[in-house]
């Protein structure tokens, strides 16, 4: 049995919800045809002197070029029936040394800010490239699956833990952090309540500068205080 990991990627647009995917590769020898390749989540099999979290960060780099990304742990899938469509059976049988062997996978998602990140794809990768989470293509093996529960499992945290601001430029705007909640939440968000609420947080930092190179009015710009959220977490910790 091997242990593999996959990696969820998401990052915002400005406009959209995106996650990371990559096109299988073909062999060059005529066994994999194009019509057999398929998107999925960057991943690849634990070596043994590997940790979790280095594999799936090695994994991500190697395969999309991205590196220094917040990587979270949510969930490990061990179905012995994740491998049954006949593509990828194929796919295995031309890229593992033992293609019937079970696999179990243990998945992060990862959070980046795409004004920072720009995937390039290996040699051996295929595409690397961002797609909207409202139109995802039909993914690999079990990554359907997958990609779903790591936005479910982002929606539950992204308050909670802080995660929004790890999709956001270093300095950003109101209207840029309620947008992002809209769109990970897949509701509108009242104007007036929202930013009554988040100027109640000690960690959203007002900057006296505005934004530049808009046809609007330019709104004032805020950056996000890690060391002010460390330690409001805590104090609720002790209390």
Known sequence: MDVSVDCALFGFDGETLQLLL????????GGIQQQDLQMALPGNIVQEHESLTEAA????????????????????????RRVQGAKDKRWLQTFREFPDRRVITVAYFGLVSLHDHAPQAASFAGEAKWVDVNHLPSLAFDHD??????????????????????????KFTLRELQLLHEVVWNRKLDKRNFRKNVKRMDHVVGLNEKEQGVLHKPAQLFTYDSESSEQVESTKASS
Do not use: C, W
């Not at 990559?22 to 020898?29: A, L, S, V």
């Not at 960060?57 to 969930?75: E, I, P, W």
């Not at 699956?145 to 270093?170: C, G, K, V, W, Y």
């Open 22 to 29: 990559i096109q299988q590769r073909t062999d060059g020898e």
């Open 57 to 80: 960060g090695l994994a991500l780099h190697q395969l999309t070029g991205l590196s220094r990304v917040y990587l979270k742990q949510f969930h490990a899938f061990g179905d012995p």
């Open 145 to 170: 699956e997958i990609a779903n529960m790591a936005l479910a499992t982002l929606r539950d945290q992204l308050d909670s833990q802080h995660m929004a601001f790890e999709m956001l430029p270093e």
